[in-house]
Structures are given as structure tokens and as C-alpha cells.
């Protein structure tokens, strides 16, 4: 998975009027916490946050927050109801020798051989969440659709990949193929043809 470095300065906590300040200078105010570092809420330019908020994939964040570094993660964030600009960001310190869960994206590759027949390829699911060691973490998880046929699907219990697990519970559908009006007059032609050679 990718690094991304974000530097960021310190604020205090608690009083609306320096939160207000912090974004009428442009900033988001931000808090790091866990794996055992103290609660530090700091401040960052909201272009640089929007690096991390404005892509589908995750980044593992090399925090500088007036020169103190952290590992971590993008945890969560809130959003202005109306114009979508990012209020306040949660970072959620990480170490490369204990397990984290983070959502990557699925990118389905191949063309199935149900789509070849007829069927339609319905995605179910954009993303999945994984556990693994920081520094085993993918971009994202590739999903071969070649062998899919019309009626059959994809779950999170049929991937494997390595040094990862998925978190989604194993009946999770990922992609399926579905049946059309093409496909199913396909059927009934080979099955008239089959019938007539007999």
C-alpha cells in the first residue's frame, strides 16, 4: 500500500473559536490517537487532506505534525451537510508489527463467460475491508470474472490472497452474473437445435 505524507501543526483542544479559526485559515482540524500515542489534535491544509478524502484508495500517512512523525490511517471524517467541505479528520495511529483493518477497492478484471453467452455482470460490491500487517497491505484486490458463468457469483469466501484475510463476512456477493432475455432465447435455440439433430 501506498505511503502519502502529510505535515500538519498543532492547536488546542476544546474551544470553538480556534476551531473556527483553524478553518478560516483554510486548515481541518484533525486529531491522531491510539497505539499508545497521547491524543494530539493538530491542524491541516484542506487541499492536502483532500489527497486522502478525494480518491477511492486507502494510503498508509506518514504523519509530521511540527516535526513529531507518525504512522497512520485516515479513520474518519466529517463532512459540511451543504457544500461537502470537510470539517474535522480522525487519524488512527498504527504500528508495521500489529494487524489493521482498512477498505481497499475490487477491480474486476476479464471478461466472463457468462457475458460471453448472453448474461449481464452485476458488481455488488466497489470495495472490501482486509486485515493484514501495514506493510502487507495491497492497493487494491484483483477479482478474475474469465471463469464466471450466467447464474453463478462471486463471494468474499471464494478469495484468497496472500498474507491478508477478508473481513466481509464470507457470504458477501461480490459480482454475479445474471441472466437476460438474450441469453435465455440463446438457451432455448440450442436447445431446439439439439433436439432437431435428434
Avoid: W
Amino acid at each position: 500500500m501506498k505511503h502519502l505524507t502529510l505535515s500538519g501543526s498543532k492547536r488546542s483542544f476544546g474551544r470553538k473559536a480556534d476551531v473556527r479559526e483553524v478553518r478560516a485559515a483554510g486548515k481541518v482540524p484533525c486529531v491522531v490517537y491510539g497505539n499508545g500515542v497521547e491524543n494530539t489534535a493538530f491542524a491541516v491544509e484542506e487541499k492536502a487532506l483532500k489527497t486522502l478524502t478525494d480518491t477511492p484508495y486507502c494510503h498508509i500517512v506518514d504523519l509530521d505534525i511540527d516535526g513529531t512523525k507518525h504512522t497512520a490511517l485516515l479513520h474518519a471524517v466529517q463532512y459540511h451537510p451543504v457544500n461537502d467541505r470537510a470539517l474535522h479528520a480522525d487519524f488512527l495511529a498504527v504500528s508495521d508489527k500489529k494487524p489493521v483493518v482498512v477498505e481497499v477497492p475490487v477491480i474486476i478484471t476479464g471478461n466472463s463467460a457468462g457475458v460471453r453467452a448472453g448474461g449481464k455482470l452485476q458488481v455488488s460490491r466497489r470495495k472490501l475491508k482486509i486485515c493484514g500487517l501495514i506493510n502487507d497491505l495491497p492497493d487494491d484486490l484483483t477479482v478474475d470474472v474469465t471463469p464466471l458463468a450466467i447464474g453463478k457469483r462471486i463471494t468474499a469466501g471464494d478469495l484468497k490472497f496472500d498474507k491478508i484475510s477478508i473481513v466481509n463476512p464470507k457470504a458477501t456477493i461480490i459480482v454475479s452474473c445474471l441472466s437476460t432475455r438474450n441469453a435465455a432465447a440463446a438457451a432455448t435455440e440450442g436447445e431446439s437445435s439439439e433436439a432437431a439433430q435428434e
